[in-house]
Nanobody, 123 residues
Framework: QVLLVESGGGSVQAGGSLRLSCAAS?????MGWFRQAPGKEREGVAT????????DYADSVKGRFTISRDNAKRTLYLQMNSLKPEDSALYYC???????????????????WGQGTQVTVSS
């Protein structure tokens, strides 16, 4: 199991920015960010495949969020700009060994999860 620790959440006003970080215990090709708001289903936000740098985003965040990683630090990032109140949620980092590039997408379910970091956007 990959151990994951998120940080960087907080409270911002609409239109603001936040940067989330996820430190992983080991290098894993497929990593991603997911979120869940109270009373709503888990939603894939973005995934990143290390070998080819392929990123996939949910339609709701395209053009506003950017996923990236530092392989040397085994750290995944999510830069969130132009935040909206509907972006408020608990954000989780996730990873899974052995996932192909084609299967590493925002609609996938990745096996290993962190504890989450809260993002709250006020209007």
């Amino acid at each position: 199991q990959v151990l994951l620790v998120e940080s960087g959440g907080g409270s911002v006003q609409a239109g603001g920015s936040l940067r989330l970080s996820c430190a992983a215990s080991e290098y894993t090709r497929c990593m991603g960010w997911f979120r869940q708001a109270p009373g709503k289903e888990r939603e894939g936000v973005a995934t990143h495949y290390a070998t080819n740098g392929r990123a996939d985003y949910a339609d709701s965040v395209k053009g506003r969020f950017t996923i990236s990683r530092d392989n040397a630090k085994r750290t995944l990032y999510l830069q969130m700009n132009s935040l909206k109140p509907e972006d408020s949620a608990l954000y989780y980092c996730a990873a899974q060994r052995g996932v192909s590039s084609g299967d590493c997408n925002a609609g996938a379910f990745l096996r290993d999860w962190g504890q989450g970091t809260q993002v709250t956007v006020s209007s």
